[in-house]
């Protein structure tokens, strides 16, 4: 199934829990927090903006983003999960 985001929104793939500490403690499922991190799966065409004109986008597909620990929406795709997010909900992107 492909899933295509409206306006401003974004399709974001969390990244996986650690399931170890830094200092080696294997953490069960209970202990892990969910993750603030993923990846930009699909983005939507961009705000309406009043003049009738699209935004554009400063986020693209590929992207990996922070976002806030109550921030969009969950959802379950084919077994995978994903969180729909507004753009402005973004907190920033990871850069490497």
Do not use: W
């Not at 986008?57 to 997010?85: F, R």
């Amino acid at each position: 199934m492909k899933l295509k985001p409206l306006d401003d929104r974004v399709v974001v793939k969390p990244q996986e829990a650690e399931t170890k500490t830094a200092g080696g403690i294997v953490l069960p499922d209970s202990a892990k927090e969910k993750p603030l991190m993923g990846k930009i799966v699909s983005t939507g065409p961009g705000k309406l903006l009043d003049s009738g004109k699209r935004g554009q986008m400063s986020v693209k597909k590929g992207d990996t983003v922070l976002y806030g620990k109550y921030g969009g929406s969950d959802i379950e795709i084919d077994g995978n999960e994903y969180k729909i997010l507004h753009e402005s909900e973004i907190l920033g992107v990871v850069e490497k």
